[in-house]
Structure formats: C-alpha cells, structure tokens
C-alpha cells in the first residue's frame, strides 16, 4: 500500500458502513455467540456466490426485505444453520464513529469528497433499528458529501468497478488523483487496480493516521 503524500489528492472517498459507521461485523458477532453460531458463520455466508446470494440482491435492489429474509434463512439452512434473517438487518446499524466524521469534515475543507456505499433502499434494514436522534445524526452525516453514490439506487454494488467509476465521473476526477478508505479488502482492490490509493479500515485511529500521511494535513482534532 503506497502511503506517500507527495502527490496531494484531488478526492477523498468513503465507505459508510465500517468506516464512518462501527462495522457491522461486530453486531453479527454479537448475534452468533447469542444464537450458538460459529464465528463469523454470517459473514462466511455473505462471502458465497457474492454476485448472487441474497446479500447482493438486497444491496441492487432486487429483492424486498421480506425476499431478502427468506433468502437469507434458507442459504443458512442449505450451510447447516438456522438464522433470524430479521435479526440479521437489525445489526447493520453500526455506531457513528467521531473521528472519523472529524477526519471527513477536514477533507472536506481540503479535498472533493464522496461515498461510495452498498445499501439498502431509503428507510429500509439499518434505520429499522435506529433512534430517531441516530437517523438524525446519520443524515447530518450524509450532507456533508458531495455526492452519495448508493448500490441500492444504482443497481451496481461494490466491489463491481463501474460503482467506483460513476463516482469519478460525478466529481470530475481521476482515480489515479483518489484516496479510497473501505473495511473489506474485496472493495479495495478493483479500486487500487483502477490506481486510486486504498487504506482498509480496521481500527479507526490507525486509519486516519494513514490518511493523514497520505493527505499530509492534520486530519485530528
């Protein structure tokens, strides 16, 4: 991972979930110890057949919830396990994470920012589990991008690289002129091979530390 800050970014693009949000691996985490699950048994599934399971349609739009849920329980089945589909949408509604909105709202003054988020429909999956304050928040968040680029009204998720492209073209830059922060190595690499630089996000310091090498301005408060 190039982490030089000779070259000065013309973009900086973000992941929600995971990024500005706490990932929701740990909620389903939480879930599988609660309901005798092996670890990361949700994840695992999400990783099958990524183009077509129920995960991906949900995040095109192909899908309601309700088809997603039945989906959803049934490819647990078909690996050994019963699973709440509902449950499952409820842990998407990650805590917002400080920081990070500091370091987004630091780029923002410097830098043309975006996020580029695999979601659900408006209203839908994480807000069914928000407080009206944390939707209130959340949306807050939201403004502060320039564009919000969502796999749900696209039809494109991550990590097909037309997502990636589509938020180039709307804020007029070149990837090679991106930085590009995600939590899932699969999202990082069709953007790095499109030549923006990448910072996977696991520990949120530790990935604005890198940001702030990249982008060479203080991005803490």
Known sequence: MNTSHAKSP?????????????SPFEAFNRYEAEADLPKDFIRSLNARNPDTNAWAKMERSEVSLEGFVALFEEEALRHGHRVDGWRI??????????????????????????????????????????????????????????????????????????IYRHACDLLDVSPESCIYLDDLGINLKPARAMGMRTIKVGDPDLAIAELEAMVGIPLRG
């Open 10 to 22: 013309s973009a900086v693009l973000w992941d929600f979930g995971g990024v500005i949000l706490s």
């Open 89 to 162: 949408l409820q842990a998407l509604s990650g805590d917002i994470r400080p920081q990070m909105v500091e370091a987004l709202r630091r780029c923002k003054a410097a830098f043309r920012v975006a996020c580029i988020t695999n979601n659900m429909k408006s209203g839908e999956g994480p807000g069914m589990s928000r407080s009206p304050e944390k939707a209130t928040a959340v949306a807050d968040i939201m403004t502060l991008f320039e564009h919000v680029v969502e796999s749900s009204k696209l039809g494109l998720r991550k990590p097909d690289p037309l």
